[in-house]
């Protein structure tokens, strides 16, 4: 199969680029539609890697046809598959998250009599097409078709009209952050340039910010103005007044306008085939810097030609890990997991390294780029170290950024946004993140502030401690009771916070004893010990305990499944976070009473339907069974099962939110064979690749070896189970392996067969 | 009497400024509160004179206590007398209209908890007092203690406290104008600037500008942030979003907002008695300019300055015209009359000269000022007549103005309002404007892009004709059929319409002539007797024709009395214009069958309540007696009832809408014994003058004898007629004069007597 493909590609090697059949490159692999159902919350539009700007078709909301509408529900992403109605392109998204937030200033192109009306005025469409950096469709309703891509923080899009009277509108009251309120001002008749209001993500009133846009047409418009929902009267105001609660079209007034729901709308006069381009630019600072942006990063090129560079940027990047053999779905599922995990964190700063201080109305200036979209929670258990791994000159800065956030705000991110703390989710997450990162080697960001923040956060007593806010018990029991934080016991989510904490203390412990801080390296180690103080014999789990100091009774560890809130547990039930304690997994099992009880009951946890495939507290799960010698098998079992269960090239390919790319991590890694199931710990627990050769590059100047080669040798397929590992030729007898190790430049190779050694 | 006035003044020359004891200024008699009832809509605010800005106390919204609602009902002044809920200074008014407009940026200083709905924040108030240039009250809920003073482009504000918790909020959600919209950003601690959007006038929904402002409190807050009501949500987004619906606080996020409904909250400790300073600057341009005008207007200077800095510029316009004798309450009507006068047209350019250009968003420069808020309808009649006579500069500035509107956009103003035309009212009015001042003798202006615009709007067919949108049958015919510009008859003003159009071209015939253009002054003349077609002997008055050339039947000529919609008469039944053919009193006499019947059938609209003084189209009416020899009596008979009736000291003492002061205007001019009844004729009716002695100082630079002088000798107050006159020692013998005898520098002298002569 190797050879095949070599031979394949050296054939192709001088086709011409963007015929079918030239030599197959990472972005053919990707297939953004994957995730796009099922709750996944990707999407299929148009963004480079890290990129602030996405261009997302927007197609949830204004029609019954509809299967999910943001207005109707509960609803975190612009784009779902299985929807019919499009409403524009939204600029600047979120991938793979569970609160609706950004998703606005919304493009559409319509035709025929102006209509400023997103009920009426969307279409279904057809030939949709998807690929990094680009996303077309046909608009059934118009016959006009859409085409767009993006830089790194601008959009370019081509909209081809038929003949006749075609629009193009900019809807700046809708999208699906709950935020409302924008202003745009008409520069020219072919470019404005405005503010939406965004925030409210996941509850939080107070994280708001605004995004900064420009826009262009490529044609001067036969006539242009601006639009705005007027707010409902009563009575005789309401009689003289017939735009009392719909939406006003200003035919003369064009300066400046502000408002809930506002738009501005270009008409013209069009030939068949007539296509009319859009190209904006946006900032976080201000609208000059989102000019700016547009200017510096377009410089006047034509559509295609940043088409192909949005492509190229993703072949670069995707390409630094390039796979052979596997299927073509398994090709798929891979790289656009690659894909997705390389959407957030995204570049925060615009080109002059401008970006808004965290927390802050300060604007300050970044030496290299700011990142934002932190969701922490989530990608500290596994999409930094990927980063770490193979884009670590990424990972530096992300650190940088965060280091940063200290220094702006006097706390390290927990789900960052824009500038704005969360607080969503908990524990303290950027801990293990910073160690993991500083453990592998990539130690070139300020430690000693970052140091100074980690022990803050790990030590400040009290309510004004930010990022643990029931830090008092914690330390003084070495658990946090049911009730601290929440009346509600529904939404107590103690244990689950405190299971963090112990993660977070035990890397910074790892840390200390790492810069010779013995003392501290030994109260963190302590700390991150406490969570045997929640383990219930009786219920065999983690088990809330009250504030008398007695655990929670009556209490079913299953509660707590599908997300259904119970006490103790965040979004979860005692079974998905019970075996979470990867930093002691022999204390656990300790606690459990023995090896063969702690097997037996994790076993039991895939074989009954306990093990959650959709959230993060129990994806380490199917790695831990490699903690103990003539167990690791099943770790093979379990991961293969899920990857072919629940990561597939159907657009229902991920089992649920991707949360920025950490699901989509974890498929990366399982597939390539390993995964660093201890956040902050330097290590990988090796599974059986999917592939037969995995070919990472290295960069040289964090890793002088500067490659990484995973080689698999199998009779076939069904060939999950290792047989035998060599590192650099050597046998490699554990199934735990050092970062270090991995990167020295030994070959690593698996020897795979049908049957448990 | 004089004499006694004469030597009060000497005695207390040296009498310290603001003491009680000092000399009385012209100021001391005006009493802002004349008007703000009765519908007579105008305010007790701060302003300077013909200044861009007004400090206006705000009571109309928030209260069911408040007799009148701005939300309940039409409504149109930012203050009504006979309110009691105040909810802020409104920033930039208009007075004495009849349509809802401005009245916004409203700014209130209020104590205890943080609150943020008008509804709730609002107080009832008591020592109000009102000044040329400055107001004050005490808002008894929060024992607050307000005062505002202005410049021409600024305010200055001084708000009072009690000790404790104290806020300064800018409501941007609220105010008298039915657009909405907002933008503020905060520049610093102490600074905000944004733009709030204005317009829909009178039904115009086309008619919207933006005010631009930048507003500084003295003290840093404690805390500061924005609010912005939330859009109502449904269903499960309600449920989590506590805001939806609400005021919702910003307290970390202090950028950059926009919105239908947005504020900002700056929050003090206050100590006893401490007070916080607000100042303002607004802009019609941007709102660099609001700060600019800010910045050149107060340099620095302190509130007492302002206010005496603004209390001196009403002295100096009020001072050009001295009255000596009558009653303190005459004397109260006349400079309360005169100052309210002096409020519109109002300045629109900045301090640099910049002002928004006429139906446009481009920015322009003006050499002098550049003028808005041109209620012509109105003035034509008399107010710039006054402003011509005592004010020429300003005039001149005015016509200018207009002459600009026509460069900028091809037509003269109608009713402009701040670089909008409204299309308020009917008629050509610019061009009796602009024929009066030059006719006096104001030259100082392009009469050839005047003449050519008047001549456009005289010329011009069909409905491209902005001005005269009807301007086809009043060629054809001579008038204005019924239903060629209303389908629905009850909003006809056919009548109107024409009769407007007859004024506007007699007044270009005289111009004409005088420019040697004999062809158009024919052309015009004869057009402007076309009012003849209207007259039907059956009714006795003008009547509608019918498209088939026939007098609408059935026909009450009293309908439309009270400004109850009539077919072909805009706000006023036949009887309000059947007379107003100024320019051809004989003529009209002669239709009538005569002299005798024309006097007597004018005496009977007196006699039998069918004259309305609450609006314009008959208020010229008193004085076209005195077009026939031995019946001026009449005149002076009848407008001395109607100054004693309807022009008072008391809060309802206007008839009706001031009409941006036309109203006033009306008392001015025949308190001092003249009037110009026919607008664009260089001519004055004269009556019998309220005072013992009227000195006018003219300006030497167009009027070279420098004063004009009214003396009355009578024997008392109850000597309403005139037995004799004089010019300059020479009898008169005419009731009419004309304005290059009366600025001649004769001193004109009446001899009254109790009965008529």
Redesign the interface.
């Known amino acids: 199969m190797p050879l095949r493909r070599t031979l394949l590609t050296a054939a192709l090697a001088a086709a011409v680029f963007s015929t079918p059949l030239r030599a197959q490159e990472p972005a053919d692999w990707v297939d953004p539609f994957i995730g796009t159902t099922n709750f996944g919350t990707t999407n299929p539009g148009a963004v480079c890697p890290n990129g602030m700007m996405s261009v997302v078709p927007f197609n949830v909301m204004g029609s019954d046809e509809n299967l999910y509408d943001k ?4 609803w975190s992403a612009p784009y779902e598959y299985r929807n019919k109605f499009f409403t524009g392109f939204a600029h600047v998204t979120l991938s793979g998250v569970g609160c609706p937030e950004l998703g606005s200033l919304l493009v559409m192109p319509t035709a025929g009599a102006l209509d400023v009306d997103y009920r009426n005025y969307g279409s279904a469409y057809t030939s949709q097409t998807a690929l990094p950096g680009y996303y077309s469709n046909l608009l059934t309703k118009y016959g006009i078709r859409t085409e767009v891509t993006a830089t790194p923080r601008t959009s370019a899009e081509r909209y081809t009209f038929p003949e006749g009277t075609g629009h193009i509108l900019l809807n700046l009251g809708e999208g699906l952050t ?1 935020e ?4 745009v001002r ?1 520069v020219s008749d072919t470019e404005v340039e405005g ?1 939406k ?1 965004l ?2 993500f996941c ?1 939080n ?6 995004v900064y846009f420009v826009m262009r047409v490529s044609k001067r418009p036969a006539a242009t103005g601006f639009w ?1 929902k ?2 409902p ?5 309401a009689e ?4 009392a609660g719909n939406y ?1 079209l ?13 738009g501005v709308w270009f008409s013209y006069d069009m030939q068949p085939g007539e296509q009319v381009e859009v190209r904006m630019g946006v900032s976080f600072v201000s609208a000059e810097n989102a000019r700016l942006n547009l200017e510096a990063e377009q410089q006047g090129r034509s559509f295609d030609d940043i088409r192909a560079a949005a492509r190229r940027t993703w072949n670069d990047d995707l390409g630094r890990i390039r796979v052979e053999g596997g299927t073509e779905a398994q090709k798929k599922v891979f790289y656009t997991g690659l894909y997705h995990a390389l959407i957030h964190p995204n570049v925060l700063s615009d080109v002059n390294g401008e970006y ?1 201080a965290m ?1 802050s ?1 300060e604007i300050r200036t970044a030496e290299g780029n700011r990142y934002t979209v932190f969701s922490l929670w989530d990608t500290y258990r596994n999409l930094h170290q990927l980063l770490t791994l193979v884009y670590p000159e990424r990972q530096l800065e992300m650190v940088r950024s965060m280091v940063g956030m200290y220094r702006e705000w006097g706390w390290l991110p927990k789900w960052e946004l824009y500038g ?1 703390e969360t607080f969503t989710m908990e524990g303290d997450p950027s801990i293990p993140v910073i160690v993991d990162t500083w453990m592998k080697g990539l130690r070139d960001f300020d430690m000693d502030a970052a140091y100074e923040a980690m022990r803050k956060s790990a030590t400040t007593p009290g309510a004004r401690n930010r990022m643990r806010p029931d830090i008092d018990p914690y330390i003084e029991k070495g658990y946090v009771p049911l009730g601290f934080y929440a009346r509600d016991l529904s939404g107590d989510n103690s244990v689950s916070h405190a299971l963090e904490y112990y993660i977070a203390d035990h890397a910074l412990s790892l840390l200390a004893d790492s810069l010779g801080k013995k003392d501290d390296a030994a109260l963190f180690r302590a700390r991150s010990l406490g969570y045997k103080n929640y383990y219930s014999t009786e219920s065999g789990t983690f088990r809330p305990i009250t504030k008398e100091g007695k655990f929670l009774t009556p209490f079913d560890p299953r509660q707590g499944e599908n997300f259904e809130p119970v006490p103790g547990f965040h979004e979860g039930s005692a079974w998905n976070y019970t075996f979470y304690v990867p930093h002691d997994v022999a204390g656990l099992a300790r606690l459990m009473g023995g090896r063969r009880r702690f097997i037996d009951k994790l076993q039991m946890v895939f074989d009954q339907g306990l093990y959650d495939p959709a959230n993060e507290p129990d994806i380490a799960y199917p790695y831990l069974f490699s903690y103990f010698q003539g167990e690791e098998w099943r770790t093979q079992r379990e991961v293969r099962r899920l990857l072919d269960r629940y990561f597939t090239t159907a657009p229902d390919g991920i089992p649920g939110n991707d949360d920025t790319g950490t699901m989509s991590a974890w498929a990366v890694f399982s597939m390539m064979g390993l995964y660093p199931d201890c956040p902050g710990e330097p290590y990988y627990t090796l599974t059986s690749p999917v592939f037969d050769k995995v070919t990472v590059t290295l960069d040289p100047k964090y890793y002088p070896a500067g490659e990484l080669v995973i080689e698999t040798e199998r009779s076939g397929a069904g060939d999950v189970y290792i047989g035998s590992m060599t590192l650099g030729g050597r046998p490699l007898k554990k199934y735990r392996i050092s970062h270090g190790e991995l990167v020295g430049g030994g070959r690593l190779v698996f020897g795979l067969q049908p049957e448990r050694k």
């Open positions: 207005d109707a529900r509960w709950n409302s309120g924008a202003w008409r503010m209001l925030g409210t509850y009133p107070q994280a708001v910010f605004p705005k007027q707010p009267k009563q009575g005789v105001e003289w007044d017939k735009d006003k200003y035919t003369q007034y064009g300066k400046d306008i502000a408002g809930d729901d506002v808004p927390e109305a704005r």
